[in-house]
């Protein structure tokens, strides 16, 4: 029997099964928790690789994820260049390849405790999505957002649905006081500093996924307890990780599984990169919903 050819879900098809970002949280929850288990847990997830393409300041990122517990496969691939102001092209642009992982054929393509102050450091793609995410599972009082260029921040206050959100003239008087910091820029030098910090603030920082690139400096990265989602990866890819030498105290799957504790009255650090898993869990809920006719 011939495989049944692919097919192609774009953004539009992405956007209406996956109406919620939050929607994937049970899956990423169990994802993590997987990856942190060693073989036990059914993941493999080689790390990834990164091309540079130095002579237009560009990196193709090859990503490889299975699940033998989702009983997914996928392969994402996803180019990241410094954004140039004048151009309409997006500065990630990716596709997941889902495969039948009994024969390899492929069957998909995908494209794309008490805080009460959010603060965002950037006004992109990412931007958006962690406020989706945040301020639908989490009450903030106030959310406050900062951004290189100051119009892309308006813009962002005004187009969001949901809570309204503060405009601030500089990322120091965006983060004084904030319960929950989250950084997705393409900074490749500190944005973020220690003496700005509340003790005790959670910082999700999601950019600098380069080894020398950084988003925080080094006091953030020494006076915090720091997760992340995978510790080879940190080691291999994360700027703010490696050349701050700062210690790693569990992946984010730990957590998840209890074997590491939430150590919620401490500053704290989430690094993340990104992993092919997530994508994988993503893909196939998208995949499944789609074949459903949901
Ligand atoms: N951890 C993960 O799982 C993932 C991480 N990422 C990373 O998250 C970050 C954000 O991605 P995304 O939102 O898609 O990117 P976008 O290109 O959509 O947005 C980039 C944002 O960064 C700002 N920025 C760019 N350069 C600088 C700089 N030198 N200093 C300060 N701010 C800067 C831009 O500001 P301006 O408006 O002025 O241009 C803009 O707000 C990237 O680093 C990306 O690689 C992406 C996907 C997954
Ligand atoms: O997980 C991901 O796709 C990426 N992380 C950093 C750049 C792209």
Redesign the pocket.
């Known amino acids: 029997m011939s495989a049944a050819p692919p097919v192609f879900l774009g953004s539009e098809v992405v956007e209406k099964h996956l109406h919620r970002a939050s929607l994937l949280i049970p899956s990423l929850e169990a994802a993590l928790a997987n990856f942190s288990s060693g073989a036990e847990g059914g993941v493999v997830q080689p790390m990834r690789t990164v091309v540079p393409v130095q002579k237009y300041s560009g990196f193709l990122g090859v990503m490889p994820a299975y699940s033998a517990k989702d009983d997914a496969l996928t392969t994402k691939l ?1 180019t ?1 260049y ?2 140039k ?1 004048d151009s309409s092209v ?3 642009q990716a596709i997941v390849l889902l495969f039948d992982p009994r024969n390899g054929s492929l069957k998909a393509f995908l494209m794309p405790a008490d805080s009460e102050v959010l603060c965002i ?8 999505s962690h406020y989706e995410v945040f301020t639908e599972q989490f009450s903030f009082k106030e959310v406050r957002i900062w ?3 100051k119009e ?2 308006v813009k962002f206050a005004r187009s969001v649905k949901g809570p309204p959100v503060q405009v601030c003239s500089s990322a120091q008087d965006a983060v004084t006081g904030a319960d929950v910091i989250i950084t ?6 500190p ?1 973020l500093f220690g003496e700005w910090i509340k003790p005790g603030a959670h910082i999700n920082a ?4 380069r080894p020398d ?1 950084r ?1 925080l400096n080094d006091e953030v990265m020494k006076n915090s307890v720091l997760y992340v ?1 995978s510790r080879e990866a940190a080691l291999n890819e994360s700027g703010d990780v490696i050349l701050s030498r700062a210690e790693i105290f569990a992946e984010l799957g730990e957590v998840v599984k209890g074997t590491k504790p939430a150590l919620r009255e401490k500053t704290t650090v989430f690094k ?4 092919a898993i ?1 994508d994988t869990v993503a893909a196939k809920f998208v995949y499944d919903s789609w074949s459903a006719g949901n």
């Not at 450091?121 to 958006?128: P, T």
């Not at 997705?184 to 030098?189: I, P």
């Open positions: 996803v990241f410094e954004h102001k997006p500065s990630h450091l950037g006004a992109g793609v990412q931007a958006y951004n290189r260029t892309n921040a997705v820029t393409m900074a490749t030098t944005i999601v950019g600098a996924s690139w988003e989602d993340s990169l990104g992993m997530e």
